[in-house]
């Protein structure tokens, strides 16, 4: 079999202007089997728009867009990334799980694409450390941290 050079449909962003958040999303949303799940809208823009508001703002510094180092090269988009990775990584999770991260997004925990177990375990300590004095919570915390390292043999 030969090789196939990548076409200009394969690689869409390809250009002097930067992708936007939502062209990039709409563009993986369009070309993906995975089914969208209720509540979150179908259109490809607000799908986007959807998925942004839950997920955290991009920093201007870090996750700064760049343009083509060589031309005809591919804008690096850092911000465009994470949101696709974390939408990737959530259409990928059962649609319970779906539901539980969206609730608990909405609550203010904060998901970054995480395994469901480990994001469980986030809420969970969220939701103790809510309750209880903060700094007691994290006083408690950083004593049973010392101890584990304290017996660890390093």
Known sequence: ??????????????????PTPEEVIAHYLANTKRRVPEGMPVDGFQAARWWMARQAPGDPFSEAATPPVKKGGEWATP?????????RRFLKLKRVHQIYVIEHIDKGVPWKGDDIDLYITVVEETAVMNKSDREQYFEDGFKKMHKALKGMQL
Not at 1 to 18: G, I, L, T, V
Request: glycine content about 0%.
């Open 1 to 18: 079999m030969a090789y196939k050079s990548s076409s200009d449909e394969d690689r869409p962003f390809q250009s002097n202007k930067c």
């Open 79 to 87: 911000y465009h990334d994470r949101l696709l990775y974390t939408l």
